[in-house]
T-cell receptor
Framework: AQSVTQLDSHVSVSEGTPVLLRCNYS??????LFWYVQHPNKGLQLLLK??????LVKGINGFEAEFKKSETSFHLTKPSAHMSDAAEYFC?????????????FGTGTRLKVLA | GAVVSQHPSRVICKSGTSVKIECRSL??????MFWYRQFPKQSLMLMAT?????????EQGVEKDKFLINHASLTLSTLTVTSAHPEDSSFYIC??????????????FGPGTRLTVL
């Protein structure tokens, strides 16, 4: 079975400093992994996706994530935080059941950016 | 590309009435659409998977008679909350997977619908 754990429910950083949002996964096969961002009262926006190609995945808005199979991790990083990055971030792993890919969501990490 | 819309964005209704929420894929055809529910400050919970032209598959614990899902075309799925009660108040989000890439697993999400039942 597939599962995903986001290790921090809240992360606070100062504007201009690096961001690290941690995600560990469990999967019985080579998974697809995603990071999504959700601003208040909005839907989810895809930041980036890993599908067994390059292990370092670059996404939108300067975010990137590295797939590390040995550590079963897919941490999200950004070199310099902006105020607009304040939002909820979800790590997702896919599970294939009943002929359909389903998303398995982490519990989310709320990123706060301090001026 | 890959835009998904939802209508309405917000709805307030009286207890006992039914509410319909529409989910549309605007620039692609979606064989599969998903409906999620999100409680405040929590993650998304998958309610059901809807495939065009067939019955929806509901997750365990989701009442299929209460949450009616119809996926009549490759661009439209609807969720009807029947006989709504205050405990049904929530943020409902749909997503869609493009038909043109049947083996992909990327979902594109709508902006969500805030349902408040008085």
């Amino acid at each position: 079975a597939q599962s995903v754990t986001q290790l921090d429910s809240h992360v606070s950083v100062s504007e201009g400093t690096p961001v690290l949002l941690r995600c560990n996964y469990s999967s019985s096969y080579s998974p697809s992994l995603f990071w999504y961002v959700q601003h208040p009262n909005k839907g989810l926006q895809l930041l980036l996706k890993y599908t067994s190609a390059a292990t370092l995945v670059k996404g939108i808005n300067g975010f990137e994530a590295e797939f590390k199979k040995s550590e079963t991790s897919f941490h999200l990083t950004k070199p310099s935080a902006h105020m607009s990055d304040a939002a909820e971030y979800f790590c997702v792993v896919t599970g294939f059941t009943s002929g359909t890919y389903k998303y398995i969501f982490g519990t989310g990490t709320r990123l706060k950016v301090l001026a | 590309g890959a835009v998904v819309s939802q209508h309405p964005s917000r709805v307030i209704c009286k207890s006992g009435t039914s509410v319909k929420i529409e989910c549309r894929s605007l620039d692609f055809q979606a064989t599969t659409m998903f409906w999620y529910r999100q409680f405040p400050k929590q993650s998304l919970m998958l309610m059901a998977t809807s495939n065009e032209g067939s019955k929806a598959t509901y997750e365990q614990g989701v009442e299929k008679d209460k949450f009616l899902i119809n996926h009549a075309s490759l661009t439209l799925s609807t969720l009807t909350v029947t006989s709504a009660h205050p405990e049904d108040s929530s943020f409902y989000i749909c997503s869609a997977s493009p038909e043109s890439r049947p083996h992909t697993d990327t979902q594109y999400f709508g902006p969500g619908t805030r349902l408040t039942v008085l």
